[in-house]
C-alpha cells in the first residue's frame, strides 16, 4: 500500500489532485484505483491477480504486469509525460 502512496503522491507533486481506493476482488486479492479528485476519470489501476501484479495507466490504455508491485509502478510512473 505504501508503494501505491508514493504512486499518488508523485501524481500529486505533478499538479494531478487524486483520490485514491482500495479494496478486494470476490476473490479476494487487492486492487486500488487512482482517479481524478471529484471525478469518476480513473488514470491508474494496480491489482494482484494470482500473485502477479498488473498495473495500468488508463490515459493511454497501458499495461504493465510483474512479480513485484514497486516495479509494476515505478515502470508506469516513468512513462506518465509530466
Known amino acids: 500500500m505504501s508503494e501505491l502512496r508514493r504512486f499518488e503522491r508523485a501524481l500529486q507533486l505533478a499538479g494531478v489532485a ?3 481506493n482500495f ?3 470476490d476473490e479476494g486479492d487487492p ?3 487512482i482517479c481524478r479528485m471529484g ?3 480513473v488514470l491508474a ?7 502477479t501484479y498488473v498495473g495500468n495507466w488508463d490515459g493511454w ?3 504493465r504486469t510483474g512479480d513485484c508491485l514497486n516495479d509494476v509502478s515505478a515502470h508506469i ?3 506518465i509525460p509530466f
Not at 489501476?45 to 494470482?50: E, G, T, V, W
Open 18 to 20: 487524486t483520490d485514491i
Open 23 to 25: 479494496g478486494r476482488s
Open 45 to 51: 489501476h494496480f491489482a494482484r491477480i494470482d500473485g
Open 77 to 79: 510512473l516513468n512513462r
Open 39 to 41: 471525478s469518476i476519470e
Open 31 to 33: 486492487w486500488c484505483v
Open 61 to 63: 490504455n497501458y499495461s
